[in-house]
């Protein structure tokens, strides 16, 4: 059984070594929603731990309340009461945190809204040429390009002219 083992890892080395690629990353703009619903679960759950912790462990928690061991021991509800308060307190700050902090800066916003427009204007300006030139080259063959119908140049039929289409190739 010892000796299998130690073919079967080796044989399994070889294969994720050398015959095995490794998978492609893709490239993703942030974190997934999903992600970050978890990572803030997680965030609230790590505030109440530490509270509880710091509380419960304090002695300068205990001293800057003013609270003894004795008075402590017949009644702690002064100490888990502060804890609370500190805790909600924490957790409102987070959660304000979490819905005033975009999640991109501003300025990479504009920046992305600006490449946008300017992809946008050199589409469009490179459709509008494209369109232009297909127009002056069937222009008085009385053929026209599916572009430059589309365009509408040359609808008007030549007299004695049949209207053909010539095939375009791209």
């Known amino acids: 059984a010892l000796a299998s083992n130690v073919v079967e890892i ?42 509880v912790i710091l509380f419960q462990n304090s002695t300068a928690i205990k001293n800057w309340l003013g609270l003894t061991d004795e008075e402590l021991d ?10 609370f308060v500190l805790e909600h307190i924490i957790i409102v700050a987070l959660i ?46 009385g053929l026209l390009s599916p572009a430059a119908t589309t365009a509408g140049f040359g609808e008007e039929k030549q007299e004695g002219v049949p209207h053909r289409r010539r095939r375009h190739s791209k």
């Open 74 to 83: 017949e009644d702690s509800s002064p100490l888990w009461l502060a804890a």
């Open 10 to 51: 080796y044989v399994d080395g070889m294969k994720l070594c050398n015959h095995m690629r490794r998978p492609l990353a893709q490239r993703s703009s942030s974190i997934p929603e999903t992600w970050m619903g978890i990572l803030r679960v997680v965030a609230v759950i790590s505030i109440i731990t530490n509270i």
């Open 96 to 141: 304000w945190f979490f819905v005033s902090v975009p999640a991109e800066p501003k300025s990479i916003t504009k920046l992305k809204n600006l490449s946008k427009r300017i992809q946008r204007s050199v589409l469009v300006h490179s459709k509008k040429a494209d369109t232009h030139d297909d127009a002056m080259q069937t222009q008085g063959t």
